[in-house]
C-alpha cells in the first residue's frame, strides 16, 4: 500500500460525483446461520414453511416470502435455505436501489431489477442448499419467484402512488439511498506520469430541501451537515467503522482522515479496492466504479491442468476408470487466453496492482502468482512418477474436498483447475455430452422401453464401463427397475455375469418383484433369490459358485448378516431403494460398503440431494473417495458460502433423475399408472392367518351355496383385517408398525412420497383402522393429515376436500371407501394407495378417480397394497388375467362370484399357500 496520495483538484472530485453511478458489482454472502429450518419445496415450485413463526410466510406467494424475509429481522434464527432466500431477496432489493438512485423516475427499469438475469437464475439454482423437494428448483422456477416479488412491489408502489425509490426510502436501511455513504472509483485522466492512474472519492446521499432531489456531496460535508445530531452522524458512520474492521486500506482511510477528500491512487491501491470491495458492500457502503469496469478487470491466474498419465492409452482402451491416474501441467491464463512464458515474463516484471497490458487493464498479484507456479510445478514434478487417483482430481477440478491431498497446494480464486484434453473427454461422456455407443438392444426390448428409459439405460451404462458408480434416481412409477433389468441382461449377453453373478440388494417387499419383472422382460436371465423365506436360498461360496445363475437378489438385512458376501467380487452390485444406506455410520450402510463390485449402480425414487449426509453415503458406494473421508466433507460444506454449485458439479455426471412433471416425459406416460405394492405377513400375521384357514377349510365343504357364503364371508373379512394388521381382527389398539408387513410397507411407500413432498389419497373399507392409519402417516409426513368416513358430516366434507386440495394443505387425507363416493374432487393427490382391497373393479375405480380426473395435469401413481400368498396375492392375480370383463365379473361383489364357485375352486382360491 502507498503511503502517500495526491488530492484531486475540485473539477477531478466534480467529475466523480456528477458521473453516472454503475449497477452493483459483487455482493459476498453473509456468514450463514445452520440452524436447522423447515424450509422446503412443493412440487409446484412454490417454498413453503409449516413451523411458527414462518408457517404463514409464503400463504400469498413466493415474493411474499422474499419480501418478509429480506426486510425482517426474526428472533427465530433461520436456517441454511431460508437464510439463502433471505439473501437473495435482500440482493434483489439492493439491485433495485443501485437503479432507484440513478434513474428514480424509469419506474418499469427500475422494478426490473429486482429480477435476476439468465446466468444469475442457472448460478441460484446450483448454489441452493439442500432442501426437501429441491429437485423442483430450476431457473424458470427462480424466475417466478422473482417476477412475483416484481408483481408485489410494482402493486404497493402503485396503491400508495410513489416512486420505487420512495418505496425503497419507507424500508428504511439498507435500501434507503438518503444518507448511505458511496465510494466511486474512477480512471485519473490528468495522470500524466502514469503513477496515480485511479481517483478516489466518498461521498454521501443527500436529498435537497429545495427540490427534494438527492444530490451526492463530498463525505466531509456529512460532518458540517449533520453537526450536533449524533444519531444522524452515527448512520454515516457506523458503516465505515465496521468495515474498517476486517479492510487495511479503509482503517488507513481512517485513521489518516483522508477518506474525506478526492484521492489519487496507484494502482496498486486500486488494486486493494476492488479486493475489498465486497466488505464495503457487506457494511452497507455503496461502491461505483465510474466508467471503469461492468465487472471487476480481469486477474492474471495460474491454470494448473489434470490430464490422465497415459493419454494415448485411456483413449485408445476400454477407457478412463477409477484406478486411471491424473498428473498435472502448470501455466498462466488471463481472462481465458492462455499466456505465452514471455507474456507472464512481462506481466510479473511490471509489478502488482492494476496494470495496463494490450491495451486494458488487468489486475494482477506477482508474487501470490509466483509462489502458486513454483508450488504446483514443483507438485507436478514429484506427481510426474506417482499421479494421483482419478477421483481425487475430480475433486480438485470443482475445490472439492481435499483430504489426502495434503501434498498438493490449495485451489483458490488465483488458481484455475481445468481438465485436459483426455479428461474432458471422458467427462464429456460421462455428462452426456459427446455420445458413446451402446448395445443394441433386443427387438422385444427396443420395443418395450419407452425413450427416457432407452436413455435410462444408455446412463447406467456408459457410467459404469467408465468405472464408475451410477445412479438412477427417477421418480416413482417411471420403471427404474426395467432399466436396471435391461442394464444386468446387457451385461449378460456380453459374458460379463458367468462365473460371479451380479448382487442386488432390495428391500425385503420388492424381492418378488424384481423376480416376476426379471421374468417378464429378461426370460434368459436367471435370477435367484438369497433370503430364508425363498424355497431354494442361493448360498455364497468363494471357492465354488451354488447353483448357476445371472444375478442374486438379498435383502439389506441378509446382506449385513452375510459375511461371505465381502469376500467375492461381484462383476455388478445393484442397490434398489438405495436411501436404506443413508445413515452412513449404520451396520447396514457400512456392509453394504465392504462389498466388492466392479460395476455399482443405485436405484431410489427418493430425491438423494437433498440431504448432505445421504449424498456423501450415496457417494461412498457408488464411488469410493470422490467426496473424501467424511470429516473433510463436512468441513467442505460448512466452507460453501457461495452457495453448493462445487458439490452439484462434482456428483451431477454420476445422478440421473427425472421427474413425472418433466414437459419432454409427459407424451411417454399414461395419466394413470398402476403398481402393486406387495408386502410380506410378518410372522404374527401368518400364525393368525393360517389359523382361519384352517378354520375356514372345513367350512367350504358345506353343499348348500348360500349357507356355506354365509360361513365363509365373515372368515374373508377376518382374513382382509389380519393381512391389515394383527390389532385390527383382534380389536385391540396396538398398533405398532413392526407387527404389520402392510403397515412396513405403507411407512416405506410415503416415506418416499413425503420426500418429494407430494400428496396421496388412501382408501381402506374399514374405519376401525382409519385413526390408526393417521397415526402412522402423521408420523412419516411430519404433520396431521385428513379423514373422511360415513360419520363425517356434509357440511364437513367441502371444507376437508378445500383444505386438501390447496398446495400447502395437508398432506395426506384417508377415505373410507363408502364414503368415496360420488362429490369428491381431491386432485392435488398425485398417489392413490388402496390399503385394502374392495374385490370389485368397478368400487376402486371410482375411488381412484377421486384423484384423477379430466383437466389432471399430473400422473397419478395408483398403489394397491397386496400382502404376498394371501386372498389378497390370488384375487389380484385374478383381476388382472381378467381385466377385460373383470367389471362384469365381478359387479355384483364377493357375494355374487363366491356364490358360483364349487367347494374345490373356493379351495383353491382361499386356501392354497
Known amino acids: 500500500m502507498q503511503k502517500h496520495r495526491e488530492r484531486l483538484n475540485a473539477p477531478q472530485a466534480h467529475v466523480i460525483i456528477k458521473a453516472a453511478m454503475q449497477p452493483e458489482s459483487h455482493h459476498a454472502t453473509p456468514e450463514r446461520n445452520r440452524n436447522t429450518d423447515d424450509l422446503h419445496i412443493l412440487p409446484s415450485g412454490a417454498p413453503a414453511m409449516a413451523s411458527p413463526p414462518f408457517d404463514r410466510l409464503f400463504e400469498a406467494g413466493a415474493g411474499q416470502g422474499l419480501y418478509a424475509l429480506a426486510t425482517s429481522n426474526w428472533e427465530t434464527p433461520l436456517g441454511t435455505a431460508a437464510f439463502f432466500l433471505k439473501t437473495m431477496g435482500r440482493q434483489a432489493l439492493t439491485r433495485m436501489a443501485h437503479a432507484a438512485a440513478e434513474r428514480p423516475d424509469e419506474v418499469d427499469s427500475v422494478?426490473?431489477?429486482?429480477?435476476?438475469?439468465?446466468?444469475?437464475?442457472?448460478?441460484?439454482?446450483?448454489?441452493?442448499?439442500?432442501?426437501?423437494?429441491?429437485?423442483?428448483?430450476?431457473?424458470?422456477?427462480?424466475?417466478?419467484?422473482?417476477?412475483?416479488?416484481?408483481?408485489?412491489?410494482?402493486?404497493?408502489?402503485?396503491?400508495?402512488?410513489?416512486?420505487?425509490?420512495?418505496?425503497?426510502?419507507?424500508l428504511g436501511a439498507p435500501w434507503d439511498q438518503i444518507g448511505k455513504v458511496f465510494f466511486h472509483l474512477a480512471e485519473n485522466r490528468d495522470d500524466s506520469t502514469g503513477l496515480r492512474p485511479f481517483a478516489f472519492m466518498a461521498t454521501f446521499a443527500h436529498q435537497s430541501a429545495a427540490d427534494n432531489q438527492i444530490r451526492h456531496l463530498p463525505l466531509s460535508s456529512a460532518l458540517k451537515l449533520h453537526e450536533g445530531n449524533h444519531t444522524a452522524l452515527l448512520a454515516v458512520l457506523q458503516p465505515l467503522q465496521e468495515a474498517a474492521r476486517e479492510s487495511r486500506l479503509l482503517q488507513n482511510l481512517l485513521e489518516s482522515g483522508k477518506v474525506y477528500s478526492p484521492l489519487a491512487w496507484s494502482a496498486s491501491e486500486a488494486r486493494d479496492f476492488l479486493q475489498d470491495s465486497p466488505l464495503y458492500e457487506r457494511a452497507g457502503i455503496m461502491v461505483r466504479m465510474v466508467n471503469l469496469w461492468k465487472k471487476a478487470p480481469p486477474k492474471l491466474q495460474v491454470k494448473v491442468t489434470a490430464d490422465t498419465a497415459d493419454g494415448e492409452k485411456a483413449v485408445h482402451s476400454s477407457g478412463l476408470s477409477i484406478p486411471a491416474l491424473l498428473k498435472f501441467s502448470v501455466s498462466a491464463t488471463l481472462g481465458g487466453r492462455d499466456l505465452t512464458p514471455e507474456e507472464l515474463e512481462e506481466l510479473l516484471n511490471n509489478g502488482d496492482g492494476l496494470i495496463r497490458f494490450k491495451g486494458e487493464w488487468v489486475r494482477v498479484d506477482a508474487q501470490k502468482v509466483k509462489d502458486l507456479m513454483e508450488r504446483w510445478s514443483r507438485a507436478a514434478r514429484m506427481m510426474s512418477s506417482l499421479g494421483i487417483p482419478l477421483v481425487q482430481g475430480l475433486r480438485l477440478l470443482v475445490?472439492?474436498?481435499?483430504?489426502?491431498?495434503?501434498?498438493?497446494?490449495?485451489?483458490?480464486?488465483?488458481?484455475?483447475?481445468?481438465?485436459?484434453?483426455?479428461?474432458?473427454?471422458?467427462?464429456?461422456?460421462?455428462?452426456?455430452d459427446s455420445p458413446v455407443p451402446v448395445p443394441e438392444l433386443p427387438t422385444h426390448l427396443a420395443r418395450i422401453l419407452r425413450p427416457?428409459?432407452?436413455?435410462?439405460?444408455?446412463?447406467?451404462?456408459?457410467?459404469?464401463?467408465?468405472?464408475?458408480?451410477?445412479?438412477?434416481?427417477?421418480?416413482?412409477?417411471?420403471?427404474?427397475?426395467?432399466?436396471?433389468?435391461?442394464?444386468?441382461?446387457?451385461?449378460?449377453?456380453?459374458?460379463?455375469?458367468?462365473?460371479?453373478?451380479?448382487?442386488?440388494?432390495?428391500?425385503?417387499?420388492?424381492?418378488?418383484?424384481?423376480?416376476?419383472e426379471a421374468e417378464r422382460f429378461a426370460p434368459e436371465l436367471v435370477l435367484r433369490i438369497m433370503h430364508p423365506s425363498a424355497p431354494d436360498s442361493w448360498q455364497p461360496s468363494p471357492t465354488r459358485m451354488d447353483t448357476p445363475c445371472h444375478a442374486v437378489i438379498t435383502t439389506y438385512g441378509m446382506a449385513v448378516r452375510t459375511p461371505a458376501l465381502e469376500d467375492l467380487?461381484?462383476?455388478?452390485?445393484?442397490?434398489?431403494?438405495?436411501?436404506?444406506?443413508?445413515?452412513?455410520?449404520?451396520?447396514?450402510?457400512?456392509?453394504?460398503?465392504?462389498?466388492?463390485?466392479e460395476r455399482?449402480?443405485?436405484?431410489?425414487?427418493?430425491?438423494v440431494e437433498n440431504t448432505l449426509n445421504e449424498i456423501w453415503s450415496l457417494m461412498e458406494f457408488l464411488n469410493p473417495g470422490l467426496l473424501g473421508n467424511r470429516k473433510s466433507f463436512e468441513k467442505f460444506t460448512r466452507s460453501l458460502e457461495r452457495g453448493y454449485a462445487p458439490l452439484r458439479r462434482l456428483i451431477r455426471p454420476f445422478i440421473l433423475r427425472r421427474m413425472k412433471t418433466d414437459p419432454a416425459l409427459l407424451p411417454d406416460l399414461p395419466d394413470k399408472t398402476e403398481i402393486p405394492a406387495y408386502c410380506q405377513l410378518t410372522p404374527e400375521q401368518a400364525a393368525l392367518y393360517h389359523h382361519q384357514i384352517e378354520t375356514l377349510h372345513a367350512m367350504l365343504d358345506e353343499p348348500d351355496p348360500a349357507k356355506r357364503l354365509m360361513l365363509v364371508l365373515p372368515v374373508l373379512a377376518r382374513l382382509k383385517q389380519i393381512c391389515n394388521h394383527p390389532a385390527q381382527f383382534q380389536g385391540t389398539d396396538d398398533y405398532l408398525p413392526e407387527r404389520s408387513g402392510k403397515f412396513l410397507r405403507l411407512q416405506e411407500l410415503c416415506s418416499s412420497i413425503a420426500a418429494r413432498q407430494e400428496k396421496a389419497i388412501l382408501f381402506t373399507q374399514f374405519r376401525s383402522v382409519i385413526p390408526h392409519l393417521h397415526d402412522l402417516l402423521s408420523r412419516v409426513f411430519g404433520r396431521p393429515g385428513l379423514t373422511l368416513h360415513g360419520g363425517t358430516p356434509i357440511p364437513e366434507r367441502q371444507n376437508i376436500v378445500s383444505s386438501f386440495q390447496k398446495e400447502s394443505g395437508?398432506?395426506?387425507?384417508?377415505?373410507?371407501?363408502?364414503?368415496?363416493?360420488?362429490?369428491?374432487?381431491?386432485?392435488?393427490?398425485?398417489?392413490?394407495?388402496?390399503?385394502?382391497r374392495w374385490w370389485n373393479p368397478?368400487?376402486?375405480?371410482?375411488?381412484?378417480?377421486?384423484?384423477?380426473?379430466?383437466?389432471?395435469?399430473?400422473?397419478?401413481?395408483?398403489?394397491?397394497?397386496?400382502?404376498?400368498?394371501?386372498?389378497?396375492?390370488?384375487?389380484?392375480?385374478?383381476?388382472?388375467?381378467?381385466?377385460?370383463?373383470?367389471?362384469?365379473?365381478?359387479?355384483?361383489?364377493?357375494?355374487?362370484?363366491?356364490?358360483?364357485?364349487?367347494?374345490?375352486?373356493?379351495?383353491?382360491?382361499?386356501?392354497?399357500?
Not at 400508495?160 to 425503497?168: E, S
Not at 455399482?600 to 430425491?607: E, F, Y
Not at 355374487?896 to 364357485?901: P, R, V
Open 111 to 170: 422494478l426490473d431489477h429486482l429480477l435476476p438475469n439468465a446466468t444469475e437464475r442457472v448460478s441460484l439454482t446450483e448454489q441452493f442448499p439442500p432442501v426437501p423437494g429441491g429437485e423442483y428448483i430450476t431457473p424458470t422456477v427462480i424466475s417466478r419467484w422473482f417476477e412475483d416479488f416484481r408483481r408485489l412491489v410494482k402493486k404497493e408502489t402503485g396503491a400508495r402512488g410513489i416512486t420505487p425509490a420512495a418505496w425503497l426510502k419507507a
Open 399 to 432: 475445490n472439492g474436498p481435499a483430504d489426502r491431498l495434503a501434498e498438493l497446494p490449495e485451489p483458490d480464486e488465483d488458481c484455475l483447475m481445468e481438465p485436459g484434453g483426455n479428461l474432458r473427454s471422458i467427462l464429456d461422456v460421462l455428462t452426456g
Open 842 to 913: 368397478a368400487v376402486e375405480n371410482q375411488a381412484t378417480d377421486r384423484a384423477y380426473r379430466i383437466g389432471q395435469h399430473r400422473n397419478v401413481l395408483v398403489h394397491r397394497l397386496i400382502c404376498r400368498g394371501t386372498i389378497e396375492d390370488r384375487i389380484d392375480a385374478m383381476l388382472t388375467e381378467k381385466r377385460r370383463m373383470a367389471d362384469d365379473l365381478f359387479s355384483g361383489g364377493p357375494e355374487q362370484w363366491l356364490m358360483n364357485m364349487s367347494p374345490e375352486e373356493l379351495k383353491k382360491l382361499l386356501c392354497q399357500s
Open 569 to 597: 467380487h461381484f462383476p455388478a452390485i445393484v442397490l434398489d431403494e438405495a436411501q436404506a444406506v443413508k445413515n452412513a455410520s449404520s451396520a447396514r450402510s457400512r456392509a453394504i460398503r465392504a462389498l466388492h463390485g
Open 600 to 607: 455399482r449402480i443405485a436405484l431410489s425414487g427418493t430425491p
Open 452 to 516: 427416457y428409459q432407452k436413455e435410462g439405460f444408455s446412463f447406467l451404462y456408459r457410467t459404469t464401463e467408465k468405472g464408475f458408480g451410477a445412479c438412477l434416481a427417477d421418480d416413482m412409477g417411471l420403471g427404474k427397475t426395467l432399466q436396471a433389468i435391461v442394464w444386468l441382461d446387457t451385461l449378460r449377453r456380453q459374458g460379463k455375469l458367468e462365473t460371479v453373478p451380479a448382487l442386488i440388494v432390495a428391500p425385503a417387499s420388492l424381492l418378488g418383484n424384481w423376480k416376476e
Open 810 to 836: 395437508p398432506p395426506f387425507c384417508i377415505l373410507s371407501l363408502k364414503a368415496a363416493g360420488t362429490g369428491l374432487t381431491l386432485t392435488q393427490a398425485s398417489h392413490v394407495i388402496h390399503v385394502d
